[in-house]
């Protein structure tokens, strides 16, 4: 799986329950035969209130969340191993694991609004507009979305450009480029390369095809995917 900023927590039948934290390279995942998964995705910066720990605790790392949550996460099991398709599985993550409700601060507006803008914004003016200096910022973005603002813009942005490549056939790599904010190709080469060891063309060409049904979990609310 490319990085794309966002904090997962999964289920399977197999696995049991996992929480993966956003991360800064590719990862690959090996499962042998068909495994049906859901799962929860929060936006940066969404998770930590929920999980109770900073993110960066969790960047390119999963855990059980029974490591993380204890008995609270056995009887989320227990309700998951219960329910008899994927579908009420979903229902049953999603009653479990709606964040709590509470007044956004600077750094959680901050990160919405670069998600939003698939990280096309100055981090510094961002700071400024938070009322902190870069340095705090970073550290505290780092415990929000578990990445540094800086590389979670980068992030968004080359998960922004996977998109629009998506929704085409045969995607013009320099119109991407430059619709989704680098300053030429190469840059956009660079990234890619970066973020999962291959050219743009090699990774859409490669892009997981399996189905993964899933909440996202954003500042405006929950909306279901596939």
């Given at each position: 799986?490319?990085?794309?900023?966002?904090?997962?927590?999964?289920?399977?039948?197999?696995?049991?329950?996992?929480?993966?934290?956003?991360?800064?390279?590719?990862?690959?995942?090996?499962?042998?035969?068909?495994?049906?998964?859901?799962?929860?995705?929060?936006?940066?910066?969404?998770?930590?209130?929920?999980?109770?720990?900073?993110?960066?605790?969790?960047t390119d790392e999963s855990a059980a969340l029974e490591d993380l949550w204890g008995s609270s996460a056995r009887?989320?099991?227990?309700?998951?191993d219960d329910a008899p398709a994927a579908a009420d599985w979903l229902r049953v993550l999603a009653g479990a694991l709606a964040p709590p409700k509470q007044a956004t601060g600077p750094v959680e507006r901050a990160l919405r609004f670069l998600t939003?803008?698939?990280?096309?914004?100055?981090?510094?003016?961002?700071?400024?507009?938070?009322?902190?200096?870069?340095?705090?910022?970073?550290?505290?973005?780092?415990?929000?979305?578990?990445l540094g603002p800086k590389r979670l813009a980068r992030v968004l942005r080359f998960r922004y450009a996977n998109r629009l490549a998506a929704v085409t056939?045969?995607?013009?790599?320099?119109?991407?480029?430059?619709?989704?904010?680098?300053?030429d190709q190469a840059h956009l080469i660079r990234d890619f390369r970066e973020f999962t060891g291959r050219t743009p063309a090699a990774a859409a060409a490669g892009a997981p095809s399996f189905q993964f049904h899933h909440l996202s979990i954003s500042g405006s609310g929950a909306a279901a995917d596939a």
């Open positions: 799986m490319p990085p794309d900023g966002c904090l997962d927590i999964i289920y399977s039948r197999d696995l049991g329950l996992r929480a993966i934290g956003a991360m800064t390279v590719e990862q690959r995942f090996h499962y042998a035969g068909r495994m049906e998964t859901v799962g929860v995705r929060f936006h940066p910066g969404m998770a930590g209130a929920l999980l109770k720990l900073p993110a960066v605790v969790l009887q989320l099991r227990r309700r998951l939003a803008a698939n990280g096309i914004a100055d981090v510094d003016w961002m700071a400024r507009q938070a009322g902190m200096s870069p340095r705090q910022f970073r550290r505290r973005c780092l415990e929000e979305a578990g056939r045969r995607p013009n790599w320099s119109s991407i480029a430059a619709a989704a904010g680098y300053f």
